[in-house]
């Protein structure tokens, strides 16, 4: 699977690495194994799509994305979402994704883009 993860359960945090090419497919695995686990309820969650071939996903995959986010039970406003990216295609489609969450009329997690781990992780821990 393109997308793997590890579960710090004392940090409560699941931390996923994006690598391949990555579809709209992959991305809902993700969401089915991770996201719609109750017992992920309010992990935080970094995830790094730094190593990740992003040409073959949508625009159009994002909005899906976010419709379905708001269905899933492992989800928790008070947790937080960090994505590594980098400047270019991954950038795009994560402020997109951010974006689209400010059309839906429930309150999604806090979200926010960065270009390293060490920034991500620090604003996870604050």
């Given at each position: 699977m393109p997308i793997t993860h590890t579960i710090d359960y004392e940090k409560r945090r699941i931390c996923s690495t994006c690598s391949d090419v990555m579809t709209r497919k992959d991305f809902s695995l993700h969401m089915e194994s991770v996201w719609n686990n109750v017992q992920h309820y309010g992990f935080d969650e970094l995830v790094d799509t730094t190593q990740a071939d992003w040409s073959e996903f949508k625009f159009s995959d994002v909005f899906e994305i976010v419709k379905k986010e708001f269905e899933l039970i492992g989800l928790s406003s008070n947790s937080g979402l960090a994505?590594?990216?980098?400047?270019?295609?991954?950038?795009?489609?994560?402020?997109?994704?951010?974006?689209?969450?400010?059309?839906?009329?429930?309150?999604?997690?806090?979200?926010?883009?960065?270009?390293?781990?060490?920034?991500?992780?620090?604003?996870?821990?604050?």
């Amino acid at each position: 699977m393109p997308i793997t993860h590890t579960i710090d359960y004392e940090k409560r945090r699941i931390c996923s690495t994006c690598s391949d090419v990555m579809t709209r497919k992959d991305f809902s695995l993700h969401m089915e194994s991770v996201w719609n686990n109750v017992q992920h309820y309010g992990f935080d969650e970094l995830v790094d799509t730094t190593q990740a071939d992003w040409s073959e996903f949508k625009f159009s995959d994002v909005f899906e994305i976010v419709k379905k986010e708001f269905e899933l039970i492992g989800l928790s406003s008070n947790s937080g979402l960090a994505w590594v990216v980098e400047k270019g295609m991954q950038e795009d489609i994560a402020r997109f994704y951010l974006t689209s969450l400010g059309f839906t009329t429930k309150k999604p997690r806090r979200i926010d883009l960065f270009y390293s781990h060490e920034n991500a992780t620090e604003w996870l821990e604050s």
